[in-house]
């Protein structure tokens, strides 16, 4: 950001030394910005998904686990193919 200084008169009355802030004519707009926080939120909520999936897998037996074709070693492999 560049700061701007300058001086202003108002009501017959001299401020000076007022400043204000103009952005940067190369800096990121705003959408750029926010898909940056899109992003973030989505691994964010994938982190989670995944999260959620093992510690449901972990918590089954061995016995449930063999029904869905999974073996224990496999959980994690699994859950990162489909999340």
Not at 48 to 71: C, F, P, Q
Request: aromatic fraction near 8%; glycine fraction near 4%.
């Amino acid at each position: 950001m560049n700061f701007v200084s300058g001086t202003a008169v108002t009501s017959n009355r001299k401020v000076s030394h007022m400043s204000y802030v103009e952005p940067n004519v190369g800096s990121r707009n705003f959408s750029q910005v926010l898909s940056v926080f899109d992003q973030a939120r989505y691994v964010l909520s994938n982190r989670k998904a995944y999260l959620e999936a093992a510690s449901r897998l972990n918590r089954m037996t061995d016995h449930e686990l063999a029904d869905i074709g999974v073996n224990r070693s496999e959980i994690d492999e699994v859950i990162r193919q489909h999340v």
